[in-house]
C-alpha cells in the first residue's frame, strides 16, 4: 500500500484496526456516547463506537437519540475535544515536600502511551494543528501535548453535519486532505456498509497492510465524493470569510458588541469548548504535611481575573470587551499571531452557548453594519 491508495474495509475490518493500534502500543482514543453527548474515550474494538446514535444540534441545544440502523459515525462533535486529553483541563507541573526544612523537588512525568485516535473529524485535525502553534511550536513547548499529540490519527471525514457546523466555510472540513495516517469514510447503501480508506503516511500504509481489504471501485470512490459534497452544502451555518480580519479590527466600536453584551454571560462555556482555546493559569495549594503542588489549569479571557493588571484591575471589565476580545482573537488577530485562523467551524461554541450566541450571527451583523460605522467614523472625522 502506498500513500494515496484507497481501499475499502467492513466492519470487521475497522474492528481489526482498532484491535491492531492498540497490539503497536497505542492508546486508542475514539467517540464513545457518554452523559447523553458524543465525548472522547478509551475504545477496543467497534463495539465501542456509538453505534445508530444520531445528533442535533442548535444555539444552546443539543440532543442526542439512538435509532436502529448500524452507522457508527452518524453525528457531529459533542461538547469534549481532543484537547481535554492533550492539554488537560487540570495538570500538576511539580509537587515539592519540606521537610525539616529540606525542599525535594519532584517533577511529573507523563508516562501516557503514544495514542491514536480513531473516528477524529476534520475540523478536530485542524483545532490540533491549531493548537499546536501554542503548545508545539513556541519556544517552550510543552511536552504534555507533544507527547499524547504524536501518535496515529484515523480521521472520519463527516456526512452528517450538525445544525452549528460551519467547517466548509473555514477550509476545514468536511473533506479531509492531509495530516492524518489513514481517512475514512462512511458508506452505508446498496452496496453494503463499508469505508472507504484512503492513505495519508507510511505508518497508515503499513498498519493497512495487515487488515483484510480490498480495492476500492470507481463506484466507492464517486459515493465517498458524493458524501462529502453533500455534508459541504448541508452545512447549518455559514460563515463568510472575506476580509474577515480587517472587518473585525476596523469594528472594534459596533453597536453590536453592546447588543451582545446585553446577551452574553460571561460564563466562559464557549471558551471550555473551544478547541483551539489555549489560555491556562496555574494554582499553588500546600496542606499541612509541608507538600506543595503547583496545578495548571485551564483559564477563559470571560474571567474577571484573566485580565487583570497589578495596580490597576481588569482590563476587561465588561462583558463587551470580553466578548469581543474572544471574538476578535478568534477571527482577526489570531492571524497576525499564527498566520491562520483560530476557529475552525466545529460550532461548539454556538450549541453550547446557554443563551445560544452565534459567532457566525455576530460576524454577520458586524458586516452588515460595516459601512454605517465607517460613515459614522467618516463623519464624525470630517
Ligand atoms: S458567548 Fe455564551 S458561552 Fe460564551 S461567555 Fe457568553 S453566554 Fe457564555
Ligand atoms: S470559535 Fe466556536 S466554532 Fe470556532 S473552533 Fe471555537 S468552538 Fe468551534
Known amino acids: 500500500m502506498l500513500i494515496g491508495d484507497a481501499v475499502v474495509i467492513d466492519r470487521d475490518g475497522l474492528d481489526q484496526l482498532i484491535s491492531s493500534l492498540a497490539g503497536r502500543g497505542y492508546r486508542v482514543l475514539g467517540p464513545v456516547v457518554r452523559d447523553g453527548a458524543i465525548s472522547v474515550g478509551e475504545v477496543h474494538g467497534i463495539a465501542d463506537l456509538p453505534k445508530g446514535w444520531h445528533d442535533t444540534q442548535a444555539p444552546g441545544r443539543y440532543r442526542l437519540e439512538q435509532g436502529d440502523d448500524p452507522a457508527l459515525f452518524s453525528w457531529a462533535v459533542g461538547q469534549h475535544s481532543i484537547k481535554g486529553d492533550v492539554f488537560p483541563s487540570r495538570l500538576v507541573v511539580w509537587r515539592a515536600n519540606v521537610t525539616d526544612g529540606t525542599v525535594e523537588l519532584e517533577e511529573t512525568r507523563d508516562d501516557t502511551p503514544p495514542t491514536a485516535l480513531v473516528g477524529a473529524r476534520p475540523c478536530e485535525l485542524a483545532a490540533l494543528d491549531v493548537l499546536g502553534h501554542v503548545l508545539s511550536d513556541a519556544p517552550g513547548p510543552d511536552p504534555v501535548y507533544r507527547r499524547r499529540r504524536a501518535g496515529f490519527v484515523v480521521v472520519v471525514e463527516c456526512a452528517t453535519p450538525s445544525g452549528t457546523c460551519f467547517c466548509a466555510s473555514m477550509g476545514t472540513g468536511p473533506a479531509s486532505e492531509e495530516g492524518f495516517d489513514l481517512a475514512l469514510s462512511e458508506l452505508l447503501d446498496g452496496d453494503g456498509h463499508r469505508f472507504v480508506v484512503r492513505v495519508g503516511s507510511d505508518k497508515g500504509a503499513e498498519v493497512l497492510d495487515g487488515l483484510p481489504s480490498r480495492a476500492a471501485t470507481d463506484s466507492d470512490l464517486a459515493a465517498r465524493t458524493a458524501l462529502v459534497e453533500h455534508a459541504a452544502s448541508n452545512m447549518g451555518r455559514h460563515l463568510d470569510t472575506n476580509d474577515l480580519p480587517a472587518l473585525l479590527a476596523r469594528n472594534l466600536e459596533h453597536p453590536r458588541w453592546d447588543d451582545v453584551a446585553e446577551r452574553c454571560l460571561a460564563c466562559g462555556n464557549c471558551t471550555l469548548v473551544c478547541p483551539t482555546c489555549f489560555c491556562a493559569t496555574v494554582e499553588d495549594t500546600t ?53 491562520a485562523s483560530g476557529c475552525v467551524g466545529c460550532g461548539r461554541c454556538i450549541t453550547w ?23 459614522e467614523a467618516q463623519r464624525v472625522g470630517a
Open 287 to 339: 496542606d499541612i504535611d509541608g507538600a506543595v503542588v503547583r496545578q495548571r489549569l485551564w483559564a477563559s479571557c470571560f474571567d474577571l481575573a484573566h485580565s487583570f493588571m497589578s495596580g490597576g484591575g481588569p482590563v476587561r471589565s465588561s462583558a463587551k470587551s470580553r466578548y469581543r476580545q474572544w471574538m476578535t482573537h478568534k477571527l482577526s488577530t489570531w492571524w497576525d499571531q499564527f498566520d
Open 353 to 375: 452557548c446557554p443563551v445560544g450566541i452565534d459567532i457566525t450571527e455576530e460576524a454577520a451583523a458586524i458586516r452588515a453594519g460595516d459601512g454605517n460605522v465607517r460613515s
